[in-house]
């Protein structure tokens, strides 16, 4: 039987290619002929939804220190790495890029510094999500299940995704990553591509669980994930990848 058609959402934008979680990252990405646009969001200070991977400013921007530790409006007018100009976004100007577009956002709700989930956060997002008209196309997708639930619980989205590290994929395996997602309802899981095989897939789709992966960015993984028949694949490089899917 043929592997269905993978869908393909555009990693942080595109990081091979753009600023991570940048305006030009997202412009592009709204202009290509895939599904989807990832993005990571952590808290302000003030409680606003930043565009940001990490849960401090070192490695992407010209700040330093937690994300939270700073106003949305310090946060930007901090400058991405990696030229362009592009500064650090709020949820609600990525949103605004994609309210024409074909492309629906899928938004990674992070952690803090301490590992442990931002008080509201959720209720932010969706409340960004629904002044953009954009809540019935968007995903939202994380590690913490706890977190997830309440999106989930929230309605009205396109889908939540419960994401996996490979320590909790081990440790649970397939059974018990069937059984927490049921457990939740989530449509989804996600893990890393690497951690992904043909009978994974099927164990998983058989229990009514999709399955999406990060990590395919090479042509050898896009690849191999398109062939199985993932559901949705996230990709630093996604022009590669809308080729090699034809």
Known sequence: MKPHRSAIASHRGGAFLWPENGLTAFRATAQLALEQAECDVHASADGAAMVIHDATLDRT?????????????????LRLRGGGGDTVLRLAEMLDIFRASAVAPRIEIKEG?????????????????DRAGLRRRSWIIGFDAPTMA??????????????LE???WRSLGLRGTIAVAQAHGFPEIGVHESLLDAEGLAMLH????????????HEASIRRMLGLGVDLLATDDPPLAIALRG
């Open 150 to 163: 309440e999106a989930q619980a929230a309605g009205g989205l396109a889908g939540v995704a419960w994401l």
């Open 206 to 217: 058989g229990a009514g669980v999709g399955v999406s992966v990060w990590g395919a960015n």
């Open 166 to 168: 490979r320590g909790t």
């Open 113 to 129: 510094v301490d590992g442990r989930p931002y008080p509201g956060l959720v209720g932010r997002v969706v409340g960004e999500l």
């Open 61 to 77: 921007t010209d700040g330093a220190g937690p994300v939270a530790a700073q106003t949305a409006a310090a946060l930007g007018r």
